[in-house]
C-alpha cells in the first residue's frame, strides 16, 4: 500500500514536543517476574472487542488477543500474525500465510478458518470493515495455515483495515467464537495474545487479573507500537478500578500502584512535579470530545433539535469543564482533528455558539418539552463535566433534563439499547476518540450513516455512506481532501454528532516501570519492573 494511503488512514504525527515522552530504556536488560499494578481508564464489563467500541475492552484484547497486521510507532502497517502475504497485480486478491506458533490459550493451534471467521464478524460491526466486507467477493481458508481475500470490487485500504489500531480492532478468535453473531457477545476471552485472562479473579468493580502467557511465541522484529515482538517480562498484571482520583494519585505516590493511564488533568500537572513518576503521551495527536444525540427518539430524531445542539456547543466551556488545564486543550471546528493533520477544515463549521439560534431551532423542531436523558458518567471526569456542561446548555435553550448519574461501564451497556429514553433509553451522552478513530472518514464511526447497523446512536444518511466509500475508493489526495470537505459540510447539516474540542491526556507511571512503548491504546507487553 502506498505512503500516502497510509498517512490518510492513521493521520497525524507521531512525533511529540521535546520533554513529554518518556523514552523507553530498550539497551537496558530487562528484568523478569513482578506484578504491574495498572489504572485501566475504567472499570471492564464488557469482555468482547468486536461487540463495543469501548476502549477498556479495547485494552482488554490487546492483553489476550492478536492481530494479522499491526501499527508501529511510526504509523507504518507490518505483519503480526502474518509470516507472509501475496497481493495480485490488480489488486483484487490477497493470500496470507500465518506464522508458526500461534496457539490458542485452550491449547488449540490457530489456522486460517479462525481468522477468516474472525474478520467477517469484525466487519459486521467495525465502520471500515463494514466497507472491506462490502466489496469483497470472498474470504476463506485454503489450508489451515493460509487463507485468501477476494474483491469484487477495488478497495485500497485492505491491509491498514487489518492493522487498524483501534475500535474496532481485527482480533482473531477461535472461529467457534467468531461465530457467535455480531449484536450478542462472545462470552469466553479466548486468545492467542501475550496475556492470559485470569477469570477466576476477575472482580467487577475491583479488578481484572492476566498472567504471562508462557506459550506465546513473539516475533523476532524489535517491539514497535502494537507491531513487532511482544515480549511479556512480567508475571502478572492486575488492573485496579479506582474512580477517585485523589485516592489514585495518593497510591501512586506511594507506591502502591505503578502506571496510571488517564489521570484528570489536574492530578498530571500536580503529579507531574514528583521525581518519582514519569509522564508519557501515548497520542500526541489527541483525543476528540463528543456529544452523541440518539437519532431513534424524539427530540433528536429531528434534524433541527439536532442543529440546536450544534448552535449551543460551546468548546471552550466544556474544555474548561472537562479538562481545565489550558496547555492539554485546544478549540477545534472541524471533524478531523485540528493541527497538523490531514484533513483539517472549517467547512460548514458554525463561526460561534448561538443560543438564541438554537432555542429556536428547537422550537422549529417541535420539541414537546419532555426531559432530555442524558448519560453522565461520574467516574470519568472529564465527561462527567461535559455531562454538566450539556445539561446547562440545554436548559439555557428551554429544554427540560433529566441527567442520569451512571458509572462509564454502565454507560457502555445503556446506550446499546434502542428503548425508548422513558424505558430506559437514552438521548444524550458525551464520549471521546483518539486519532487513530476519527480522523478521516475511513474510520470516522460518527460520519459513518449505517442507521439501526451502525454505532451508538444510529445516525442514518446514505449521502454520508456514498461520500465515504467514494473517499476509500479515491486515491487522489486533492480529491481525498474535497470529499473530507463535503463529507464535513453534510455532517454539519445532518449533525449525528456534535465535537466540543481536542485534547491530549498524559498518562503517568512511577520510574520503576520500564519499557512503555509509544501507542494510543495500553498495551503493557514489553514492561518490566527496576526495583
Same mark, same amino acid.
Given at each position: 500500500?502506498n !505512503?500516502?494511503t497510509?498517512?490518510d488512514? #492513521? $493521520?497525524?504525527t507521531a512525533? +511529540?514536543? &521535546?520533554?513529554?515522552?518518556? =523514552?523507553?530504556a530498550l539497551?537496558?536488560?530487562?528484568?523478569?517476574?513482578?506484578?504491574l499494578?495498572?489504572i485501566?481508564?475504567g472499570?471492564?464489563?464488557?469482555?468482547?472487542p468486536?461487540?463495543t467500541?469501548?476502549y477498556i475492552?479495547r485494552?482488554?484484547?490487546?492483553?489476550i488477543?492478536d492481530?494479522?497486521?499491526a501499527?508501529?510507532?511510526?504509523?507504518?502497517?507490518?505483519?503480526?500474525?502474518?509470516?507472509?502475504?501475496?497481493?495480485?497485480?490488480?489488486g483484487?486478491?490477497?493470500?496470507?500465510?500465518?506464522?508458526?506458533?500461534?496457539?490458542f490459550?485452550?491449547?488449540q493451534?490457530?489456522?486460517?478458518?479462525?481468522?477468516?471467521a474472525?474478520?467477517?464478524?469484525?466487519?459486521?460491526? !467495525?465502520?471500515l470493515?463494514k466497507?472491506m #466486507? $462490502?466489496?469483497?467477493?470472498? +474470504?476463506? &481458508?485454503?489450508?489451515?495455515? =493460509?487463507f485468501?481475500?477476494?474483491?469484487?470490487?477495488?478497495?485500497?485500504?485492505?491491509?491498514?483495515?487489518l492493522?487498524?489500531?483501534s475500535?474496532?480492532?481485527?482480533?482473531?478468535m477461535?472461529?467457534?467464537?467468531a461465530?457467535?453473531?455480531?449484536?450478542?457477545?462472545?462470552?469466553e476471552p479466548?486468545?492467542s495474545?501475550?496475556?492470559?485472562?485470569?477469570?477466576?479473579?476477575?472482580?467487577p468493580?475491583?479488578?481484572?487479573?492476566y498472567?504471562?502467557?508462557s506459550?506465546?511465541?513473539?516475533?523476532?522484529?524489535?517491539?514497535?507500537g502494537?507491531?513487532?515482538g511482544?515480549h511479556?517480562?512480567l508475571?502478572?498484571?492486575?488492573?485496579?478500578?479506582?474512580?477517585?482520583?485523589?485516592?489514585?494519585?495518593?497510591a501512586?505516590?506511594?507506591g502502591?500502584?505503578?502506571?496510571?493511564q488517564?489521570?484528570?488533568?489536574?492530578?498530571?500537572?500536580?503529579?507531574?512535579?514528583?521525581?518519582?513518576?514519569?509522564?508519557?503521551?501515548?497520542?500526541?495527536?489527541?483525543?476528540v470530545?463528543?456529544?452523541?444525540?440518539n437519532?431513534l427518539?424524539?427530540p433528536?430524531?429531528?434534524k433541527?433539535?439536532?442543529?440546536?445542539?450544534?448552535?449551543m456547543?460551546?468548546?471552550?466551556?466544556?474544555?474548561?469543564?472537562?479538562?481545565g488545564q489550558?496547555?492539554?486543550?485546544?478549540?477545534c471546528?472541524g471533524?478531523?482533528?485540528?493541527?497538523?493533520?490531514?484533513?483539517?477544515s472549517?467547512?460548514?463549521?458554525?463561526?460561534?455558539?448561538?443560543?438564541?439560534?438554537?432555542?429556536?431551532?428547537m422550537?422549529?423542531?417541535?420539541?414537546?418539552?419532555?426531559?432530555?436523558v442524558?448519560l453522565?458518567?461520574t467516574d470519568?471526569?472529564?465527561?462527567?463535566g461535559?455531562?454538566?456542561?450539556?445539561r446547562?446548555?440545554?436548559?439555557?435553550?428551554?429544554?427540560?433534563?433529566?441527567?442520569?448519574?451512571?458509572d462509564?461501564?454502565?454507560?457502555?451497556?445503556?446506550r446499546?439499547?434502542?428503548?425508548?429514553?422513558?424505558a430506559?433509553?437514552w438521548?444524550?451522552?458525551?464520549?471521546?476518540?483518539?486519532?487513530?478513530?476519527?480522523m478521516t472518514?475511513?474510520?470516522?464511526?460518527?460520519?459513518?450513516?449505517?442507521?439501526?447497523?451502525?454505532?451508538?446512536?444510529?445516525?442514518?444518511?446514505?449521502?454520508?455512506?456514498?461520500?465515504r466509500?467514494?473517499?476509500?475508493?479515491?486515491?487522489?489526495?486533492?480529491?481525498?481532501?474535497?470529499?473530507?470537505?463535503?463529507?464535513q459540510?453534510?455532517?454539519?447539516?445532518?449533525?449525528?454528532f456534535?465535537?466540543?474540542?481536542?485534547?491530549?491526556?498524559?498518562?503517568?507511571?512511577?520510574?520503576?516501570?520500564?519499557?512503555?512503548?509509544?501507542?494510543p491504546?495500553?498495551?503493557?507487553?514489553?514492561?518490566?519492573?527496576?526495583?
Amino acid at each position: 500500500m502506498n !505512503d500516502l494511503t497510509r498517512r490518510d488512514f #492513521l $493521520a497525524g504525527t507521531a512525533a +511529540l514536543a &521535546a520533554g513529554t515522552l518518556a =523514552t523507553p530504556a530498550l539497551a537496558q536488560t530487562p528484568k523478569r517476574g513482578g506484578t504491574l499494578r495498572f489504572i485501566p481508564i475504567g472499570d471492564l464489563k464488557i469482555l468482547d472487542p468486536i461487540w463495543t467500541t469501548a476502549y477498556i475492552t479495547r485494552d482488554h484484547g490487546y492483553m489476550i488477543w492478536d492481530t494479522l497486521f499491526a501499527t508501529d510507532a511510526n504509523l507504518q502497517i507490518k505483519p503480526q500474525m502474518v509470516d507472509k502475504h501475496t497481493v495480485s497485480r490488480d489488486g483484487m486478491k490477497f493470500s496470507f500465510t500465518l506464522r508458526d506458533g500461534l496457539r490458542f490459550h485452550d491449547g488449540q493451534p490457530v489456522t486460517a478458518e479462525d481468522c477468516a471467521a474472525s474478520l467477517i464478524r469484525w466487519g459486521k460491526r !467495525d465502520p471500515l470493515g463494514k466497507l472491506m #466486507l $462490502a466489496a469483497t467477493g470472498k +474470504l476463506q &481458508a485454503a489450508d489451515r495455515k =493460509t487463507f485468501v481475500l477476494e474483491l469484487k470490487e477495488p478497495f485500497g485500504m485492505v491491509l491498514e483495515a487489518l492493522g487498524k489500531p483501534s475500535s474496532n480492532v481485527p482480533f482473531i478468535m477461535p472461529a467457534r467464537l467468531a461465530a457467535t453473531p455480531a449484536d450478542e457477545q462472545v462470552k469466553e476471552p479466548i486468545g492467542s495474545g501475550p496475556f492470559k485472562f485470569v477469570k477466576e479473579e476477575w472482580q467487577p468493580g475491583n479488578q481484572v487479573v492476566y498472567t504471562r502467557n508462557s506459550d506465546y511465541v513473539p516475533r523476532s522484529e524489535p517491539p514497535s507500537g502494537a507491531a513487532g515482538g511482544k515480549h511479556v517480562y512480567l508475571d502478572r498484571v492486575i488492573w485496579r478500578y479506582m474512580p477517585d482520583s485523589a485516592t489514585a494519585a495518593s497510591a501512586l505516590e506511594a507506591g502502591e500502584l505503578d502506571y496510571w493511564q488517564f489521570p484528570p488533568a489536574d492530578f498530571a500537572v500536580r503529579l507531574t512535579k514528583n521525581p518519582n513518576v514519569t509522564t508519557f503521551v501515548g497520542d500526541p495527536v489527541g483525543l476528540v470530545g463528543w456529544l452523541r444525540p440518539n437519532h431513534l427518539h424524539p427530540p433528536f430524531n429531528q434534524k433541527k433539535a439536532r442543529q440546536a445542539l450544534l448552535h449551543m456547543v460551546d468548546q471552550e466551556m466544556y474544555l474548561q469543564a472537562a479538562i481545565g488545564q489550558a496547555q492539554y486543550y485546544r478549540t477545534c471546528p472541524g471533524i478531523f482533528f485540528c493541527g497538523n493533520v490531514p484533513y483539517e477544515s472549517k467547512a460548514g463549521a458554525p463561526t460561534r455558539p448561538d443560543l438564541d439560534r438554537a432555542r429556536q431551532l428547537m422550537k422549529e423542531s417541535g420539541y414537546d418539552g419532555r426531559p432530555v436523558v442524558v448519560l453522565d458518567p461520574t467516574d470519568r471526569p472529564e465527561l462527567h463535566g461535559a455531562a454538566l456542561v450539556t445539561r446547562e446548555l440545554l436548559m439555557k435553550i428551554g429544554v427540560a433534563v433529566d441527567l442520569q448519574a451512571v458509572d462509564w461501564s454502565t454507560l457502555l451497556a445503556r446506550r446499546a439499547r434502542k428503548d425508548p429514553p422513558s424505558a430506559g433509553g437514552w438521548n444524550l451522552f458525551s464520549t471521546n476518540w483518539i486519532s487513530s478513530d476519527a480522523m478521516t472518514p475511513a474510520v470516522n464511526a460518527g460520519v459513518a450513516g449505517g442507521g439501526e447497523s451502525g454505532w451508538f446512536g444510529w445516525s442514518s444518511s446514505a449521502q454520508l455512506e456514498k461520500l465515504r466509500l467514494e473517499w476509500i475508493r479515491t486515491a487522489d489526495p486533492v480529491r481525498r481532501k474535497q470529499l473530507a470537505e463535503q463529507i464535513q459540510v453534510v455532517a454539519f447539516d445532518e449533525v449525528p454528532f456534535v465535537p466540543w474540542g481536542q485534547y491530549v491526556q498524559p498518562s503517568l507511571y512511577r520510574k520503576s516501570v520500564r519499557g512503555v512503548l509509544q501507542f494510543p491504546a495500553a498495551i503493557l507487553w514489553n514492561i518490566w519492573l527496576d526495583a
